[in-house]
């Protein structure tokens, strides 16, 4: 089992920056796989990025892709979403999510998920 906490949103205009952080805790094995997803009112949960606890290739939807930058960090096992160049369609409520096994792009892959951060961002 490992726990899943997100932190970081908030309020902001177009154009702005910010990080997102997810921390696991619990007994963690850092072979996990994470995710960021994300959902806004009256759409369904969508892929934003990949990564893991042991490295690997990074991924992004097409909707983010030169805007946004998955990172982490093994030893603190903390994973962050740094989020740029932020739009109106970025607002959403973002969930970080986790499983063993190969990189996946597939909400329901997904066995573990914190309780989502509020990003807001005004035109």
């Known amino acids: 089992q490992v726990q899943l906490v997100e932190s970081g949103g908030g309020l902001l205009q177009a154009g702005g920056s910010l990080t997102l952080s997810c921390a696991a805790s619990g007994r963690t094995f850092e072979s996990y796989h994470v995710a960021w997803f994300r959902q806004a009112p009256g759409k369904e949960r969508e892929f934003v990025a990949t990564s893991n606890w042991r490295g690997g290739d990074p991924e992004y939807a097409d909707s983010v892709k030169g805007r946004f930058a998955i990172s982490r960090d093994n030893a603190k096992r903390m994973v962050w979403l740094q989020m740029n160049r932020l739009k109106p369609e970025d607002t959403a409520v973002y969930y970080c999510?986790?499983?063993?096994?190969?990189?996946?792009?597939?909400?329901?892959?997904?066995?573990?998920w914190g309780q989502g951060t509020q990003v807001t961002v005004s035109s």
């Open positions: 999510a986790a499983r063993m096994g190969p990189v996946t792009t597939i909400e329901y892959d997904y066995d573990f």
